[in-house]
């Protein structure tokens, strides 16, 4: 009864969770569109992007629901934790942020835009710091945070290339790191035939460098265009943090690996044992 109880729980915290967060997100989007004078071109395309990925998001926690558990204690969760509804921020605003950097092409808003994407950078962080100091650490939210990062990537990767503000040559190379991650991933999960997500201190770094720089080209809309120089020097920069994460990712996806085979000879022999 205790266990039905929690899941019972859980399920509000989530339920009402998102449904804040999609009220939260068309607020956010309201107070950009009613000054900005785009609300009737983008709204109801916005609702219902918006809305099909909160129930999207709702439907893909429920059926997580069992990995709501402190990593150091094995505690389950009977609600979504401090860290999980910071790093559910990031998430929930991909659509509110796709949406206004479209629209930020005709429409006075870089400013306020600037503004939002640091805060959702800065969430990718402060998660991470409130988790850790909190022990509360938990397996979803580790695969919440890790989406959260590639999906928003992939966001302003497209819609800056779209703006002509980075090099074909940049897209390519993200796009290819970001893919790199999905496939290796996806490996691991068809021989381990389960999600054990797992960052690496250069894979964070790569994403921290590739927000910085988009950081920085959207500062550099509102402030007149960075120099040259400056900017290609910092794309080169950033360019060869993302190749050695590449590297990176490929030795980690390889010890990976080594465990698997390792789990799988241990329960060879457990099995051979019990026979």
């Given amino acids: 009864m205790d266990e039905l109880m929690r899941t019972m729980s859980l399920r509000r915290s989530i339920s009402k969770t998102i449904f804040l967060y999609f009220i939260a997100q068309c607020a956010i989007f309201a107070a950009f569109a009613l000054p900005g004078g785009f609300i009737r071109e983008f709204w109801a395309q916005f609702l219902c992007a918006s809305g099909g990925f909160h129930i999207f998001l709702y439907a893909l926690l429920i059926k997580f629901k069992d990995d709501f558990r402190k990593e150091c204690t094995g505690e389950k969760l009977s609600s979504i934790n401090l860290a999980n509804r910071i790093t559910l921020i990031r998430v929930s605003t991909l659509p509110t942020l796709l949406f206004l ?55 302003l990767t497209l819609v800056f290339y779209y703006y002509r503000l980075i090099p074909i040559w940049f897209l390519v ?3 290819s790191r970001l893919g790199a991650q999905v496939l290796l991933m996806a490996i691991l999960i068809v021989i381990r035939q389960k999600v054990e997500p797992k960052t690496t201190a250069m894979g964070k770094a790569a994403v921290a460098s590739i927000m910085a720089v988009y950081s920085l080209e959207v500062l550099g809309l509102i402030t007149g265009q960075l120099p040259r120089l ?45 026979s």
Wanted: proline fraction near 1%.
């Fill in 101 to 155: 950097v479209i629209a930020a092409k005709h429409y006075r808003i870089r400013f306020p835009l600037l503004i939002l994407v640091v805060f959702i950078f800065a969430t990718d962080f402060l998660d991470g710091y409130v988790s850790r100091k909190a022990n509360e650490v938990t397996k979803v939210g580790r695969m919440m945070d890790s989406a959260s990062d590639y999906c928003l990537l992939i966001v």
């Fill in 230 to 274: 400056l900017k290609s020097t910092i794309e080169y920069i950033v360019a060869a943090v993302v190749i050695v994460s590449i590297g990176d990712k490929i030795i980690s996806f390889a010890s990976s690996l080594r465990e698997a085979k390792l789990e799988r000879r241990i329960s060879d022999g457990n099995d051979k044992e019990r």
């Fill in 173 to 175: 190379l993200v796009l």
